[in-house]
């Protein structure tokens, strides 16, 4: 099959096409309808789940899409081709897959990053009976990152105030204060929320669920977005001195686990974010199950000439959600505009995901075989 064949252009067809692709191979399929909010046309909003291999496996890889909603459609076409090209028949005897698609659905089916409350749901993840992290800089750049429109005065204003602000706190500072997350503005950048959002609670359920046998966890939470044509990012959150770091550069080598290369893949020093899934699945197994596996970006934007150019993307979301409305009439443009960063029509792009994506699944479950075989 093409690799065209696995991508899809609406969430609707998406989640069709995982379903089908599911049955067919056999998997056995949950459903979780979000009662929170609904998509386009008041399409209603499904977490959707495949289970593939033994009941009660203890050596287990979650493979999720669309934490970042919008991001979403990499992954799926990566998980459908995973099903349709033999990948369950292939498995490990001791070792099963649970595929999560559209975690964040409403962000999915609008092609927003975020969830129905705004929230990013990779900085949802923490104790929220506790006082929030704090991000004093941030505070400073709220206003300049939410204009009521997005036009050449208020790029200029942010090229100016960026640049003052970088002279005074460094590059480093701008980008870690915008995308680390924020617990203060609901309306701002990377907004982690003051609650677990419903794609965390049903998350946590699942994995509750399905993983209480399991004392072997692997994870692939598929992304997309720094600036490539399907390369893949591995983004690993393990302690680098500990052995689940050293187990998954064993299963996806040095060259992509380095953090000295990830770093240049991603451009910069990566931010130091807080309330990531990676932590909080990891802790939700402790101490029973060991986790050890990735973020995995595909890579998918255009170089971008200009920091202002970098933050547009973002600042469109912002835009649609919060100044203009999905029904504006600039908004078709926004939503296109989007999609293309995180998703884009190229067929460049679809060969590299499916193939890119084939390779990362073998690796991680050639390892998870082996680490199942190793304790027995
Ligand atoms: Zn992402």
């Known amino acids: ?79 459908c081709a995973w099903m349709m090209n033999g990948g369950p028949r292939a498995l490990p005897g001791e070792v099963a897959v649970l595929m999560i698609h559209a975690l964040n659905p409403f962000g999915f089916a609008w092609g927003l990053r975020g969830t129905e409350n705004n929230i990013d749901l990779n900085r949802n993840f923490l104790d929220h009976s506790q006082s929030p992290p704090e991000n004093p800089l941030y505070e400073r750049l709220h206003r300049l990152l939410s204009p009521r429109r997005i036009d050449e005065g208020a790029i200029r204003e942010l090229l100016r105030e960026g640049t003052r602000f970088i002279a005074e706190h460094g590059r480093w500072a701008l980008e870690d204060a915008i995308s680390r997350g924020q617990y203060s503005h609901p309306d701002g950048y990377h907004y982690g929320g003051r609650a677990p959002e419903w794609s965390n609670l049903v998350l946590t359920h699942l994995l509750e669920e399905e993983l209480a046998h399991a004392s072997r966890v692997g994870l692939i939470d598929w992304h997309s977005g720094p600036v490539g044509d399907g390369e893949l990012i591995y983004l690993n ?140």
């Not at 890119?356 to 199942?372: I, K, P, Q, T």
């Open 1 to 79: 099959m093409k690799p065209e064949f696995f991508f899809t252009e609406t969430y609707a067809q998406a989640r069709k096409s995982f379903l089908e692709a599911a049955e067919a191979a056999g998997g056995r399929v949950g459903h979780y309808l979000n009662p929170r909010a609904t998509g386009p046309d008041g399409i209603h909003l499904f977490l959707d789940t495949a289970l593939f291999g033994p009941r009660e496996a203890s050596t287990v890889l979650v493979n999720i899409c669309g934490t970042h909603g919008a991001e979403g459609y990499g992954g799926s076409a990566a998980q």
């Open 237 to 376: 959150f393990s302690n680098p001195r500990g052995p689940e770091f050293a187990r998954a550069t064993r299963w996806w080598g040095e060259e992509h686990l380095d953090p000295r290369i990830v770093e240049a893949q991603w451009g910069s020093k990566r931010p130091t974010r807080r309330g990531i899934l990676f932590w909080g699945i990891e802790k939700l197994l402790q101490p029973r199950a060991s986790l050890t596996g990735a973020v995995v970006e595909f890579r998918s934007a255009r170089p971008k000439s200009d920091p202002a150019s970098s933050l547009r993307i973002p600042m469109l979301e912002r835009w649609l959600r919060f100044e203009g409305g999905f029904d504006a009439p600039e908004a078709p443009g926004y939503f296109a505009e989007i999609r293309e960063e995180y998703a884009p029509h190229r067929l460049s792009w679809y060969e590299a995901v499916i193939a890119n994506s084939a390779e990362c699944y073998e690796h991680a479950l050639r390892g998870l075989g082996e680490w199942a075989r190793e304790n027995g």
